[in-house]
């Protein structure tokens, strides 16, 4: 696929030419993604076919195709705004998976019993290190946990920052973390389309906005588990309210 951006125009290989302006938008956005995973559908820049979408449908059609999501994952990921910061302004799709990712998940299942075995020893030592530290709870330990996330909750009466200072405080020394997940309740869409307001579900909002999502992949080192513990110490023990750090 070759993308004009100039006139927003998507060019194609073998398929039946698309009047955008004649289809309503759910027409048109399930058919443009069809055509992106149509399997066996060989899509190049030596098209004999041309569609022409207005801007505002290829912005929606890009905001459509990841639940609805403000932002590209290239724009949370190399912006130097918090990646984990967007909005849901739409109710959208899930078509983030290409041919390339499936080729390489399938080799990674290969390896799944090594990958989640490296998981829970990270965590293990998560468990170990960060046990006795008052500012902050730990998630429940279960043996067949996939530890896909590893996540601690600040506990907010024992600190002066916010969760958000904290995780500021985390990059300055170099290390990125994020929050899983925003409470759909407050995403602009739910708001818009059911009435939510942010104190309908506290439970929700509250586990939220404590929460922050330590790093846990395979290739993590010993020494970098090492030195987000000391960080995530000297920031949580510097920050403590006085009243608790007379008590320690």
Same mark, same amino acid.
């Given at each position: 696929m070759a993308i004009d951006r100039k006139h927003k125009a998507f060019r194609f290989n073998k398929v039946m030419p698309i009047d955008a302006n004649n289809l309503n938008f759910e027409q048109a956005v399930v058919r443009f993604l069809v055509l992106l995973h149509t399997k066996g559908k060989k899509i190049t820049n030596t098209s004999r076919e041309e569609f022409l979408y207005p801007e505002d449908l290829v912005d929606r059609i890009r905001i459509k195709r990841l639940h609805g999501i403000d932002r590209t994952s290239w724009d949370r990921y190399i912006s130097r705004s918090a990646c984990w910061e967007y909005e849901i302004v739409e109710n959208g799709y899930k078509y983030n998976m290409t041919d390339l990712s499936a080729s390489i998940g399938r080799v990674q299942l290969k390896k799944a019993k090594q990958l989640l075995a490296r998981r829970? !020893?990270?965590? $293990?030592?998560?468990?170990?290190?960060?046990?006795?530290?008052?500012?902050?709870? &730990? %998630?429940? /330990?279960?043996?067949?946990?996939?530890?896909?996330?590893?996540?601690?909750?600040?506990?907010?009466?024992?600190?002066?920052?916010?969760?958000?200072?904290?995780?500021?405080?985390?990059?300055?020394?170099?290390?990125?973390?994020?929050?899983?997940?925003?409470?759909?309740?407050?995403?602009?869409?739910?708001?818009?389309?059911?009435?939510? !307001?942010?104190? $309908?579900?506290?439970?929700?909002?509250?586990?939220?906005?404590?929460?922050?999502? &330590? %790093?846990? /992949?395979?290739?993590?080192?010993?020494?970098?588990?090492?030195?987000i513990v000391e960080s995530i110490k000297k920031i949580g023990y510097s920050a403590r309210k006085k009243q608790y750090v007379a008590q320690s």
């Open positions: 829970r !020893q990270i965590a $293990d030592a998560y468990f170990e290190k960060l046990r006795d530290c008052d500012f902050l709870t &730990l %998630p429940a /330990y279960s043996e067949d946990h996939a530890w896909h996330l590893f996540i601690i909750r600040l506990v907010s009466q024992r600190l002066a920052i916010t969760r958000n200072e904290f995780i500021s405080k985390l990059m300055d020394m170099g290390i990125g973390t994020s929050v899983h997940f925003i409470p759909l309740h407050i995403m602009p869409y739910y708001r818009k389309r059911y009435g939510y !307001q942010t104190e $309908d579900f506290p439970v929700a909002y509250g586990n939220y906005n404590y929460s922050i999502s &330590l %790093p846990i /992949y395979p290739d993590l080192k010993p020494e970098d588990v090492n030195r």
